[in-house]
């Protein structure tokens, strides 16, 4: 079965760290750009970073930058999401999704051509 798994969330102070982790499983992620996104409690879901197939070249949102890294295994078949500094204002449930392109499409801080998601990992950053 073709899926996306998130996990790594969890409860967390301000100005610490957590890794999300996503893991495909059913196909290989090598072939496909990777996108974290989260939404928050009432708000849109918002892009938060990209990787392009070959790790080659990533994208990261404003709010983010600095602060959080993306990378990926592809032997592993993961791609992971490092964030560092940890703000009330992060917290949100955090999906990562799969870009057959292999290429991130960012349009005015957007991502797009995402064809599967996961389920999401909640993430709370507490003051």
């Known amino acids: 079965q073709l899926q996306l798994v998130e996990s790594g969330g969890g409860l967390v102070q301000f100005g610490g760290s957590l890794r999300l982790s996503c893991v495909a499983s059913?196909?290989?992620?090598?072939?496909?750009?990777i996108g974290w996104f989260r939404q928050a409690p009432g708000k849109e879901r918002e892009g938060v970073s990209c990787?392009?197939?070959?790790?080659?070249?990533?994208h990261y949102a404003d709010s983010v930058k600095g602060r959080f890294t993306i990378s990926r295994d592809n032997a592993k078949n993961t791609v992971y999401l490092q964030m560092n500094s940890l703000k009330p204002e992060d917290t949100a449930t955090y999906y990562c999704a799969r870009d057959p392109a292999g290429v991130c499409t960012v349009i005015a801080g957007a991502y797009y051509g995402m064809d599967t998601w996961g389920k999401g990992t909640l993430v709370t950053v507490s003051s």
């Open positions: 059913g196909f290989s992620l090598d072939a496909y750009a």
């Open positions: 990787i392009s197939s070959s790790g080659g070249s990533t």
